[in-house]
């Protein structure tokens, strides 16, 4: 069981692996398992809640199973003490991020798994549970965003080599996965414990270089989440510069107030700053989808501040975002702050910002409704109507499904970009139908 981020994901598919490889076989349902691994999140308060309520779930439906607790809420779970009266299961080990990569080992870790780990996490793959694979290439974080326990579970900045990274996307890619996402815990500390390999952008431009003549209009790649300040004259030349990377990137803006962001720690960057790489990029991305994390009801947020963040979000090119009420997480500064507002306040704000957010989302995909082609990356998911799968995402990251059967050869899986055209748009996203062989053919088939 999985819960949060992508990195969890990758971490979890590694572990999978190598536990098939010792003889393991996947079970559908805790019941029939002999061993449950639950690798959790505590982003959230609710997060960290869903973990300890996943191991009450497992223990209940498998008493007999031996239970897992691995990841960032299972550092926390060792402090947390139940109200009296509680519903309540404890797992039979409880392993930190520092420790998760024993499991590479098998389901039997003892307590000297529990020593700190020394360098990037051994995890790899060769393979992904999802049809976009995810090709993790950092872990840890230092930055201490007062909000934010991460840097307490995850721990410090570590690099995943160049050429480590070439090679999984190299054994991805043959393995028929057609989009790879690159992950990390914070993308702008790559290379910080590593300086010889550079930064993220560095790291960018290698992997594209690399990969481009082999794989560029068959498959691409997707960057998972950068900052505002990130996107330099230095980062936007390399994107302009990649013929893999997708129009599509996800930032963690958090907020558009200075002087909330100076609160939360994240006076680095301003909104305006995005407002002008986005102005910036328009020379190379004259379309693009954009998303963004954005977190409400932080203590001391004044209407005047939330005014500034909803006007803000008028004016961005967003295609969606993933809007959080601010929760309290012991242990952070910001749980020590004055001027915590009420829950129902923190709720409402929440509710009005992903109204304002669905307003950009419904212009972007209208505007999609527009455009002559698009690439896309089908989903995972069982065949409907005996022609194939039928959903995916195209590069500016927008759900379609295919409202026609696909061409004969685009239906074996995952293992092709699908050129479609957009015929229609609801509330699930686009509607397409695929490209003939012969309309490529008479245009000259490019995918540039």
Request: charged residues 25%; aromatic residues 8%; proline residues 7%.
């Amino acid at each position: 069981m999985t819960f949060g981020c992508k990195v969890n994901q990758y971490e979890s598919q590694a572990i999978r692996e190598s536990w098939q490889a010792r003889g393991g076989s996947p079970v559908p349902v805790p019941d029939a398992a002999d061993v449950v691994l639950i690798n959790s999140c505590a982003v959230t308060a609710r997060a960290e809640r869903d973990a300890r309520n996943a191991v009450f779930r497992v223990r209940r439906a498998a008493p007999e199973a031996r239970i897992l607790l691995a990841g960032c809420a299972a550092r926390l779970f060792q402090t947390f003490r139940p109200r009296p009266g509680a519903a309540w299961a404890e797992p039979d080990l409880c392993l930190g991020n520092e420790a998760k990569a024993s499991l590479l080992d098998g389901p039997w870790p003892d307590a000297c798994g529990e020593q700190a780990l020394q360098g990037y996490p051994p995890f790899r793959i060769r393979a992904f549970s999802r049809a976009r694979a995810v090709l993790k290439v950092q872990d840890g974080c230092v930055h201490r965003c007062t909000y934010c326990i991460v840097p307490q579970t995850r721990g410090a900045p570590r690099s995943r080599s160049p050429q480590e990274a070439l090679a999984e996307a190299r054994t991805l890619l043959a393995a028929g996965h057609v989009e790879l996402v690159l992950s990390g815990i914070n993308l702008g500390q790559y290379g910080r414990d590593r300086p010889e390999y550079g930064d993220f952008w560095r790291l960018l431009r290698f992997l594209d270089a690399e990969l481009a003549p082999e794989f560029a209009g068959r498959a691409r790649l997707r960057v998972s989440s950068l900052e505002p300040s990130q996107l330099d004259m230095r980062g936007r030349e390399v994107l302009a510069g990649c013929r893999m990377v997708c129009p599509h990137l996800h930032i963690s803006l958090q907020h558009a107030s200075q002087a909330v962001l100076r609160r939360m720690g994240r006076g680095h960057y301003s909104a305006a700053m995005l407002e002008t790489a986005l102005a910036e990029m328009a020379s190379f991305w004259p379309r693009m989808g954009l998303g963004a994390d954005i977190l409400v009801g932080f203590p001391g947020e004044t209407e005047e501040d939330f005014q500034v963040l909803l006007e803000t979000v008028e004016r961005l090119p967003l295609s969606y975002a993933h809007v959080f009420p601010y929760s309290r997480r012991p242990g952070t500064a910001a749980a020590r702050f004055e001027g915590h507002l009420p829950a129902r306040l923190r709720l409402e704000r929440a509710a009005t910002a992903r109204a304002a957010v669905e307003r950009r989302r419904r212009h972007f995909w209208e505007a999609q409704r527009q455009l002559p082609r698009m690439f896309i990356a089908p989903d995972d998911g069982a065949p409907t109507g005996g022609h194939g799968l039928q959903k995916g995402v195209n590069e500016y990251y927008v759900p379609c499904r295919f409202a026609s059967p696909l061409p004969a050869g685009a239906a074996s899986g995952h293992r092709t970009l699908v050129e479609a055209r957009p015929v229609g748009l609801d509330a699930r996203g686009l509607l397409v139908e695929p490209v003939s062989g012969r309309e490529r053919a008479l245009r000259g088939g490019d995918r540039s």
